[in-house]
T-cell receptor
C-alpha cells in the first residue's frame, strides 16, 4: 500500500515569497490533515478535510495560508507571503473513516520549509 | 481546548537502560491516545490505546493508559541507539477526527 506522498521535500525561500506544498493521501482515506511542526515542538493542526470539505481550519492563519482539496483526493497548501516564523516542517496526514474503536493517522515524510 | 503535556521533554540514557516517558492530557470526551516515534522524517505509529485496550506491548516497547489519571506511559526496556528519536503522544476526542499532539520527548540513547 502506497503511503502519503508529499512534495517538495525541501524548500528554501525568501520572506514575502510564496510557496505551495502538495499532498496525495493514502488511497481511500477520506480525511486529510495538514500539520505544521516547528523545530522542538509537536505537530500543530492547520486544517482538516473530510473529502473535499473543511472540518477544522481554526488554527490556519488565513491571512497568509490557504489550502484546498478540490476533488477530495490530493491537496495543496499555500503560503503567501511567507514570514520567517513559517520555517517548519509541513506534515500531511490521512486517515480512514471513523471506526468504533478509533483509528490512526498516517503521515507523509513532510515538506521542510526554510524562510530566510 | 484539548491539551497534551509530555515529560520529560528531553532524556539522555545509555544503551541497556530502561526509560519511561509520560503523557498527560485534557480532552473532552476522550476517544483514544496514540504514541508515535519520529526520527528525521515523518512520525511513525507505535500504539493506540482506548478504553477497551489500555495496555499494549510490542517487543521492548510497552504502553499503558490510565483513564482515571488521564495519562499514559511509554516504556522502553534495554534501550538501543536506534531508539533515539522524538516520541510524540496524541489524543483524539469523539467529536471530530482531530489529533492533538504533545510537544514530544526527545530521547537520546548513547552507546
Amino acid at each position: 500500500e502506497a503511503g502519503v506522498a508529499q512534495s517538495p521535500r525541501y524548500k528554501i525561500i525568501e520572506k514575502r515569497q510564496s510557496v505551495a506544498f502538495w499532498c496525495n493521501p493514502i488511497s481511500g482515506h477520506a480525511t486529510l490533515y495538514w500539520y505544521q511542526q516547528i523545530l522542538g515542538q509537536g505537530p500543530k493542526l492547520l486544517i482538516q478535510f473530510q473529502n473535499n470539505g473543511v472540518v477544522d481550519d481554526s488554527q490556519l492563519p488565513k491571512d497568509r495560508f490557504s489550502a484546498e482539496r478540490l476533488k477530495g483526493v490530493d491537496s495543496t497548501l499555500k503560503i503567501q507571503p511567507a514570514k520567517l516564523e513559517d520555517s517548519a516542517v509541513y506534515l500531511c496526514a490521512s486517515s480512514s473513516p471513523i471506526e468504533v474503536s478509533g483509528n490512526t493517522i498516517y503521515f507523509g515524510e513532510g515538506s521542510w520549509l526554510t524562510v530566510v | 481546548e484539548d491539551k497534551v503535556v509530555q515529560s520529560p521533554l528531553s532524556l539522555v540514557v545509555h544503551e541497556g537502560d530502561t526509560v519511561t516517558l509520560n503523557c498527560s492530557y485534557e480532552v473532552t470526551n476522550f476517544r483514544s491516545l496514540l504514541w508515535y516515534k519520529q526520527e528525521k522524517k515523518a512520525p511513525t505509529f507505535l500504539f493506540m490505546l482506548t478504553s477497551s485496550g489500555i495496555e499494549k506491548k510490542s517487543g521492548r516497547l510497552s504502553s499503558i493508559l490510565d483513564k482515571k489519571e488521564l495519562s499514559s506511559i511509554l516504556n522502553i526496556t534495554a534501550t538501543q541507539t536506534g531508539d533515539s528519536a522524538i516520541y510524540l503522544c496524541a489524543v483524539r476526542d469523539n467529536y471530530g477526527q482531530n489529533f492533538v499532539f504533545g510537544p514530544g520527548t526527545r530521547l537520546s540513547v548513547l552507546p
